[in-house]
């Protein structure tokens, strides 16, 4: 198994189960899955802890809606 490479250190960085956690939780989020469905599936008991953890791609999906919803309205 190759190990991602520190790009500032050129090190072999430290992987660990919970990233593969935080990999799950982006991919959905980006593919379009709501945040309630995910939150669901990581197990968060609120909504708020998944959108805390993630609010950078939930900002990215919001972003990403907004910029559809244009191309579709542009006339």
């Known amino acids: 198994m190759n190990l ?3 790009p500032e250190t050129g090190k072999t960085k430290r992987a ?4 593969f956690l935080d ?3 982006i991919e959905m989020l980006l593919s379009g899955a709501s945040l309630d469905q995910v ?4 197990g968060h008991k609120s909504v708020k802890t998944t959108e805390r953890s993630y609010m950078p791609w939930v900002r ?3 972003e ?3 910029a559809t919803v244009k191309r579709a309205w542009a006339v």
């Open 4 to 6: 991602p490479i520190d």
């Open 16 to 19: 660990h189960p919970h990233m």
């Open 23 to 25: 990999t799950f939780a």
């Open 39 to 42: 939150a669901m599936l990581l």
């Open 60 to 62: 990215a999906r919001q």
């Open 64 to 66: 990403m809606l907004h």
